[in-house]
């Protein structure tokens, strides 16, 4: 009956998350990553320059199901998110279930798994990171059924699992190292004389190698996108901004999770590989100045496994009134920080949102971008405005002398510009760029007859200036909240060389620069 129960519950959750993205989930317009992710869907593949191909084969679904990509919603995009973030809640109570917790500790985690930003925010956009989260936590309980069963299907269950978390993000790695280093510093080092552990290895590489051998055909790009990131990003991350994250990430379940750390390592218990497993993944991305973000996986076990800590500690002393109030302080401060986590508020409501905690409250971090700066607006949020706009500036150009693809190209200096551009204008403009997977894409050869460009950037570049002779402005975006804000849109004509042949010139030098 109590089995049956837990059910119930962990099936009121997933339909809660399901309402919740239906209700909430188009207030605000594409993200500059979703963008780029849809024509991921656009162009199948077994790799992309950034990302390896889950997500892409993600988007191929969403669109197939949907209407293409020029005639997907913002909440038809998103829903896959939302079931992975259903999957994400039921997956965290099943844990508490394994470890033994009772109805208190599943209603914990499951609201929990609603309120925390570090959850919200991921699973309310089509984007890897959710998935990750998602396949970390399936890495979690098949762990913790193996441990509890020494049933070996479970290891190769686990290696089916793992194959293909690694063809959505390759920062499955660090949960690897993390399992390895979690069986040399327990009693489970015995795995390395299990036949099963090695086919659970195989089963992993198996899946995994399409996208190697994709990677190594065009001179492994994942290399040359991390020392761009590690260059223009992870350089901004300090060590107390990356400890600021993990507070403020799960801050409704910060003394949920740190007894889960507590209960893991307790002397007695057989699940301490997975608090050794955790502990690596953090320290590992601390260490090498990893964004905050990047450890979120480990949290949903942390949840659970700190929900039946309290629950324990509560109901043996009797102090049920002290579970409600953790309980509530949870849900209450999650709603308080759930206009950070979703687009729940509209554009102008979220602006007084942002300026009334940083002058009443002096609460700023949320604001501050990859540049190290603070903003008007969390990031995720000035990435999600001004592309409807640039779309009709360019389109506006594009109409304005009747242009086709054989007289006129278009180019975008970001894969944003060029996502949305493709996107607004009903997949009628192709826009060529040399930003992320679009330099795979682009046309290296273009007819003699294209003596127009349409140049989508924030400044004129001295070789576009060098190279026409009529250059007009036909618009830039002026919202001064949008990250996009300067993005200028011009029409260039009267080439004094043939734009062909420069064009062909631009192109191959890229390539060769990237060694594609």
Known sequence: MRTKRIYVFIALFALAKLIFHFATNDLWSFHRDEFLYMALGSHLDWGYWSNPPFVGFMSWLAQGFFGGVE????????????????????????????FGGKIPAIAMTGVLMMVCPGFLRPGMMFM????????????????????????????????????????????????????????????HRKLFQNRRFYVAIGISVLIALPNVFWQASVNFPVFSHMSGLRESQLVNVSIMNFIIDQILMCFPA??????????????????????????????AFLIMSGKGYYTLGIYPLLI????VQLEHFFYSKKGKWGWMGLLIFAFISGWQLMPFSAPILSQEKMIDFCENVKTNYKFEDPMRWEDGEIHHLPQ???????????????????????LNTQNCLVYAENYGQAGAIEHFSNGLIDVNSFADSYRLWVEEKIPESVNHLIYVNDELGEDISALFEKIEVIGSIQN?????????????????????????????????????
């Open 128 to 187: 890897p990171v959710i998935f990750e989260i998602f396949f970390w936590t399936l890495y979690s309980w098949l762990i913790i059924k193996y441990l509890k069963t020494t049933n070996n299907s479970y290891l190769l269950w686990l290696g089916l699992a793992i194959g293909i978390g690694m063809l959505n993000k390759y920062s499955t790695i660090f949960y690897v190292i993390g399992i390895l280093v979690g069986m040399v510093l327990t009693n």
């Open 254 to 283: 910060l003394i949920i999770w740190l007894s889960g750390f507590y209960w893991l390592f307790k002397k007695s218990n057989p699940m301490k590989f997975l608090g050794w497993i955790s502990l690596t993944i953090m320290l």
């Open 304 to 307: 659970a496994a700190g929900s």
């Open 380 to 402: 995720d949020y000035a990435d999600m405005i001004g592309w409807n706009e640039l779309a009709k500036i360019v389109k506006k150009g594009y109409s304005k002398r009747n």
């Open 71 to 98: 005639g997907i919603s913002v909440a038809e995009l998103r829903f896959i998110p939302a079931l992975f973030s259903v999957g994400l809640i039921s997956l965290a109570c099943l844990i508490v279930k394994e």
């Open 480 to 516: 001064p909240l949008a990250r996009e804000q300067g993005t200028t849109v011009y029409l260039c004509s009267q080439p004094n060389r043939s734009f062909k042949e420069f064009w062909e010139e631009k192109v191959k030098e890229v390539k060769n620069h990237f060694g594609i």
